[in-house]
């Protein structure tokens, strides 16, 4: 999506101490025990594995300082409880809140010497843009440092492996399973609840990822399609194949049911800009004042969240079936 457009896209690429009795001799040897991988935990490394590159990386030890590249991978860590671990993220991480801590490492060009700084041991870096930092990230491994590039997820299958990959080579993997293991049964809680939507009353819906005048939109193989058909809704761009530019004219003709934003974190008031908008008087979704601004973050990071967004999507064009 970063090729799209300059302005339109480049955010979508664009978280106590027990006080014990005794002596002071004590106290360090309980901490120090405290702070030891668990039996399990050492058994499984060394660990291989196959990353988005192709490439099979092999970590010796259970990472102790851990870099992340990119937002969904932090939500990911953070998710496998690894935020103790975490010891650097990138400039365009915020969630959860406790990554505004962390050092920042850069956007989309890294600083490789704070990286090695950090006395890192894994770096988590993205398929997204992996092949603009291959000099960096041989620095790094120079560095002695592992780079384990995270598959960039198109549907939720692979999210999953994204969230096992970073489970393996963090020696989290069981958490890992149980948080796929989640994932999938909300999604089916939710999927069940669409089924109760008849055809007839299936809503077209638009989804506006950036304003006018550069207006785009998602279409099919998409995570956006993805997640409307789960929940029942029909794209309007179904037509089109990937993320593309639509006219006003072309979304006019469309007259979608209902109209979703998904860049209100950086647009003042895009629910009142799309209502005001010359000619889009005539759209349903626009005589019906519905259209609803989600957060982008939770439909267009892969990441564990993603749930929330679908659930957001759904009560936006469903609010009968699905708000509780």
């Known amino acids: 999506m970063k090729k799209l457009s300059k302005y339109t896209l480049s955010f979508m690429l664009a978280a106590g101490l027990l006080a014990g009795c005794g002596s002071d001799k004590a106290a360090p040897e309980k901490e120090e025990k405290a702070n030891q991988p668990k039996e399990s935990e050492q058994a499984a490394f060394p660990v291989t594995v196959k990353d988005a590159d192709g490439k099979e990386v092999v970590i010796e030890e259970k990472p102790k300082r851990i870099v992340s590249l990119i937002p969904s991978n932090t939500e990911i860590a953070y998710e496998l409880d690894l935020d103790k671990e975490i010891v650097g993220v990138s400039d365009n991480d ?8 962390k050092e920042k490492v850069g956007g989309m060009e890294y600083n490789i010497e704070k990286i090695i700084g950090l006395d890192a041991d894994l770096v988590l870096a993205h398929g997204s843009s992996a092949h603009n930092s291959k000099e960096g990230f041989k620095q790094l491994e120079e560095a002695g440092i592992d780079v384990l590039v995270v598959n960039d997820a198109q549907n939720f299958d692979e999210v999953y492996d994204s969230i096992k990959m970073i489970g393996k080579a963090t020696g989290t993997s069981d958490k890992a399973e149980d948080i796929v293991t989640d994932m999938k049964e909300d999604l ?10 008849k055809k007839e009353e299936e809503k077209n819906v638009f989804i506006e990822v950036s304003p006018a ?10 995570f956006m399609q993805e997640m409307l058909d789960l929940i029942h809704a029909k794209n309007a761009a179904a037509d089109q194949d990937g993320w593309g530019q639509m006219t006003e004219e072309a979304i006019i003709k ?17 629910v009142e800009e799309v209502l005001s908008r010359k000619g889009w008087e005539t759209i349903t979704a626009v005589k019906n004042k519905d259209v609803h601004d989600v957060h982008a973050d939770l439909v267009n990071r892969t990441g564990p969240r993603l749930v929330e967004g679908v659930e957001e999507l759904a009560e936006a064009i469903y609010p009968d079936v699905f708000k509780k």
């Open 94 to 101: 915020n969630y959860p809140k406790e990554v505004s801590a």
């Open 188 to 197: 089916t809680e939710i999927s069940e609840k669409a089924e109760t939507i």
């Open 213 to 222: 005048p550069e207006i785009y939109t998602p279409g099919k193989n998409t």
């Open 254 to 270: 469309k007259n979608p049911d209902v109209i979703i934003t998904t860049h209100g974190y950086y647009t003042q008031k895009p």
